[in-house]
Structure formats: C-alpha cells, structure tokens
C-alpha cells in the first residue's frame, strides 16, 4: 500500500503510515473490495506472504493483481513491482499482472533493471517522508485524484 501511496499522494502516504486510516467507510474503497472478490472466484485470493505483501493470487507462476479501473495505473504497476522486487531479494524471480475486469483488460509487468532502480527509489521516498513529523502538504500532483480519495474530509474538511 505504501507504494501504491507514495506515487499518487505522499500526504495520503503518511497518514496512512502513521495510524490515520480512512479507508473503511469509503465507498469507492468498498467497490473495489466487493469486485475483488466477484472476480476470478476460483482462484486462492489473498495471499500473503511473509507478513508483508498481499497478492491477490498467484496463477501460471505469476503474481496477480486486481484492481477496479486503469485510472492510478502507475501506482498499481508500482504496488506490483514492488511485490517483484520482493520475491526477487528472496531469489523468487516472476513477473506480475495487473488485471481490470470492468475494462477486460490485463497489463503484463516485469521486474527488469530499470523497474528495480524505480522501485528502490520510491523505497527511499517512502523512508524520508515516514520520518517527517507532520504529514507533507498537499501537492498539485496528487489533486486531480483528491475528489475521491478516503481522505478528502480529512485533508479538505
């Protein structure tokens, strides 16, 4: 998740990082949930691994993801990339994809150097803004998406 974060809303990220959760009466966050679950029912959801990522299953020796539009696809490709990266440092070596059933659609991603860069990146990205004492201001980048997000009150109210 704070990947995913960390690309559409670093204020979001540090929230979320230290406590303040919005997510659960959100209704957009409950759409994805329920088509999560109506999607690929025969498939083992949900898997964790190590306590630390969720995937949503595993299938032809790939990583799946679920995700209810296409709209914060950077952000989806990272979560998944960084899950590569994962397996990757525990000498699992997979690639990964990003399926959106409403819009019949999957996107291959694969682990290569530069995505490996990328995500190291964003992992250090994470670290600074984690250790920031409040939570960042709200930037130009993440607005377009802020109409929607769980914590529009929060931050707008």
């Given at each position: 998740?704070?990947?995913?974060?960390?690309?559409?809303?670093?204020?979001?990220?540090?929230?979320?990082s230290?406590?303040?959760?919005?997510?659960?009466?959100?209704?957009?966050v409950?759409?994805?949930?329920?088509?999560?679950?109506?999607?690929?029912?025969?498939?083992?959801?949900?898997?964790?691994?190590?306590?630390?990522?969720r995937?949503?299953?595993?299938?032809?020796?790939?990583?799946?993801?679920?995700?209810?539009?296409?709209?914060?696809?950077?952000?989806?490709e990272?979560?998944?990339?960084?899950?590569?990266?994962?397996?990757?440092?525990?000498?699992?070596?997979?690639?990964?994809?990003?399926?959106?059933?409403?819009?019949?659609?999957?996107?291959?991603?694969?682990?290569?150097?530069?995505?490996?860069?990328?995500?190291?990146?964003?992992?250090?990205?994470?670290?600074?803004?984690?250790?920031?004492?409040?939570?960042?201001?709200?930037?130009?980048?993440?607005?377009?998406?802020?109409?929607?997000?769980?914590?529009?009150?929060?931050?707008?109210?």
């Amino acid at each position: 998740m704070q990947v995913a974060y960390y690309t559409v809303c670093k204020r979001k990220l540090w929230l979320f990082s230290h406590g303040i959760s919005m997510e659960s009466e959100n209704e957009n966050v409950k759409l994805g949930k329920l088509l999560h679950e109506d999607s690929y029912d025969r498939k083992a959801k949900d898997i964790l691994i190590d306590n630390r990522i969720r995937v949503d299953f595993i299938d032809g020796g790939s990583i799946h993801e679920v995700k209810k539009s296409s709209r914060l696809e950077e952000a989806s490709e990272n979560q998944i990339l960084y899950y590569l990266y994962y397996l990757s440092l525990k000498g699992v070596f997979v690639d990964g994809e990003l399926h959106y059933p409403k819009e019949n659609r999957i996107k291959k991603v694969t682990l290569d150097n530069h995505a490996r860069e990328k995500i190291e990146l964003i992992l250090s990205g994470i670290d600074e803004i984690l250790k920031m004492p409040s939570p960042p201001s709200l930037d130009s980048e993440s607005r377009p998406y802020c109409k929607k997000c769980a914590y529009y009150n929060f931050c707008y109210g």
